[in-house]
Each structure stands twice: as structure tokens, then as C-alpha cells.
T-cell receptor, first 115, second 113 residues
Framework: NAGVTQTPKFRVLKTGQSMTLLCAQD?????MYWYRQDPGMGLRLIHY???????AKGEVPDGYNVSRLKKQNFLLGLESAAPSQTSVYFC??????????????FGPGTRLTVL | GENVEQHPSTLSVQEGDSAVIKCTYS??????FPWYKQELGKGPQLIID?????GEKKDQRIAVTLNKTAKHFSLHITETQPEDSAVYFC????????????FGTGTRLQVFP
């Protein structure tokens, strides 16, 4: 049981390049989330999904797209990377059944640098 | 919009002392308040949580208190140890509703031997 895994762990991009971050969970969770973590700003929600085939915007969605084609995977895409997207990205998942099942489990993070 | 304020941003204590981190939230419909610990280079990990029908919860050396009227909650760590050194995040959210969480900005706790 690996929990939540993220690929890649590190990436350096040039401005304007595109990339996709992959998140996978093996806990059969319904809900999945993408956050970014910047110094002094905590964790901010980018996009989230409440089930396979669904996505919704979070607090800071601009410049990102997501897809949830399979229940266990949640992809975060950057179509045209900008230096302001330099950050550490975390994926999380939760069971989604309500009380006592709302704990979010986090992956190890992806450190992205955009030059 | 909804937000969670967390204080202090840094906290240094001597091993064996207690540490207290405080958070206030704005969304009165919040009913779930978890605390996460993040060690260097790792993702956040849940250490304790509390729900709006409970005023206090304890788990060994850590405890969380909730004052729903004042909309604030606190993390208390007693008998601190060097391995407690990490960044701690509070969060507030609503169960049964996407489970979205609003996080505080974090507290870096350093425990000196």
C-alpha cells in the first residue's frame, strides 16, 4: 500500500514549456486535490475532484488544468509555464464519505522550478 | 473569502517545554479542524483533528482545543522533544461538502535540546 505517490519529484522548466504532474493513490479514495506550497503562504488549493470524470476549481486555478480519467489518478497540467508557477506541488486524497473519512492524505510533493 | 490565520509563524522552545499554536477561521460553517505536521522534504501528515461537536481532544503529548463561538482553535504540545521540530499547519473545512480545507500559513517549531 503506497498511499499517495507523485511523479516526478523534481523538474526544471523554461518559461513557456508545458508539463504534466501525475498523482496516483491506491486507497480507493473518491476525492483528490492539487495544492501548491509557497513560502509564507501555506497550502493553497489549485483544483480538486470529487470523483472520476469530475474536476472543480480551487483557490488558485489560473494557468493550470486537471483531469481525472481514472479514479486512482489525478493529473495536473501546466500548458505554458511561468516563473510565478515555481513552487512545491502536493497532491492529496480523501475517502469522501463524510465524517471520520475526510482526512486528507498527502503525497511527497514535486518541486518545480520555472526559469 | 474564507481564510485561516495562524500564529506564531516561528516558535522556539527548550526540550521539555510546552508549545502552543493558535488559529482563527472565518467560515462559521466549518466543522472539521485538522492539524498537519510537515517534516523537511516531506508531505504534510495528519497528527490530530477535532470536530465542532467536541471542545477538546487529546492524544498522548498533543491536544487540540476548539472555541466555536470565538472561531479559534489551538494545538498544544507538552514535553516537547527534538523530533517535534517541523512545520505545523492548521486547517478548517466542512465535512460532507467536498472536504475542501483552508490551510493556515504554518508555524515552524524548533525544539532545542
Amino acid at each position: 500500500n503506497a498511499g499517495v505517490t507523485q511523479t516526478p519529484k523534481f523538474r526544471v522548466l523554461k518559461t513557456g514549456q508545458s508539463m504534466t504532474l501525475l498523482c496516483a493513490q491506491d486507497m480507493n479514495h473518491e476525492y483528490m486535490y492539487w495544492y501548491r506550497q509557497d513560502p509564507g503562504m501555506g497550502l493553497r488549493l489549485i483544483h480538486y475532484s470529487v470523483g472520476e470524470g469530475t474536476t472543480a476549481k480551487g483557490e488558485v486555478p489560473d494557468g493550470y488544468n486537471v483531469s481525472r480519467l481514472k479514479k486512482q489518478n489525478f493529473l495536473l497540467g501546466l500548458e505554458s509555464a511561468a516563473p510565478s508557477q515555481t513552487s512545491v506541488y502536493f497532491c492529496a486524497s480523501s475517502y469522501g464519505g463524510g465524517i471520520s473519512t475526510d482526512t486528507q492524505y498527502f503525497g511527497p510533493g514535486t518541486r518545480l522550478t520555472v526559469l | 473569502g474564507e481564510n485561516v490565520e495562524q500564529h506564531p509563524s516561528t516558535l522556539s522552545v527548550q526540550e521539555g517545554d510546552s508549545a502552543v499554536i493558535k488559529c482563527t477561521y472565518s467560515d462559521s460553517a466549518s466543522n472539521y479542524f485538522p492539524w498537519y505536521k510537515q517534516e523537511l522534504g516531506k508531505g504534510p501528515q495528519l497528527i490530530i483533528d477535532i470536530r465542532s461537536n467536541v471542545g477538546e481532544k487529546k492524544d498522548q503529548r498533543i491536544a487540540v482545543t476548539l472555541n466555536k463561538t470565538a472561531k479559534h482553535f489551538s494545538l498544544h504540545i507538552t514535553e516537547t522533544q527534538p523530533e517535534d521540530s517541523a512545520v505545523y499547519f492548521c486547517a478548517a473545512g466542512r465535512s460532507y461538502n467536498t472536504d475542501k480545507l483552508i490551510f493556515g500559513t504554518g508555524t515552524r517549531l524548533q525544539v532545542f535540546p
